[in-house]
């Protein structure tokens, strides 16, 4: 495994992965956590890949990632993540649609925490999903971050717009 960091505009982000495939995007807030987990090896094509791709998409010229991930987790925290993979560009949806989705309305908490363990921020877009009243709630990376990627990938769709 190796890791690295890429200066977002939404701040920094670790990146960590292998030879087949991304493990983690992770905001940092901490510099000194940045400072003591720099790799100073030579990065993979996969994380050069995971770079270029994060530049262009928060240039608005890419709206799907083409490179493999894999996180650790359960059975059910994967199914969570498979389901935030299909969320379209610039969609969102509900906690509860999300349970909906996965078969149990009952599950919802079970899904929010699922999602807020997803360590592969963007890709995995856990900023998709929302509030039953449209709000925006819960996300490991903040509620700032959440807005500024909900109205950049709405912008990039539609043109200027304001969500929220």
């Known amino acids: 495994m190796s890791s690295t960091y890429y200066q977002s505009p939404l701040g920094l982000l670790r990146i960590s992965g292998s030879d087949t495939y991304i493990s983690e995007i992770r905001f ?14 030579l990065l993979s094509p996969i994380i ?34 498979n389901e935030l993979a299909g969320i379209s560009y610039g969609r969102t949806l509900s906690y509860l649609e999300m349970s909906r989705r996965l078969g149990d309305v009952k599950a919802i908490r079970a899904a929010a925490a699922a999602n807020g363990k997803n360590n592969i921020a963007i890709v995995v877009p856990c900023h ?21 990627l909900l109205e950049h990938e709405t912008k990039v769709l539609y043109g200027v717009q304001t969500l929220f």
């Open 48 to 81: 050069l890949q995971c770079i270029e791709q994060l530049i262009e998409y928060f240039q608005g010229q890419r709206r799907v990632f083409e490179f493999p991930v894999y996180q650790e987790g359960t059975p059910f925290q994967q199914k969570v993540w």
């Open 28 to 41: 940092v807030d901490n510099l000194d956590d940045a400072v003591r987990n720099t790799d100073n090896g």
């Open 128 to 148: 998709r999903v929302i509030g039953s009243k449209r709000d925006l709630v819960g996300y490991t990376g903040g509620i700032w971050r959440k807005k500024w």
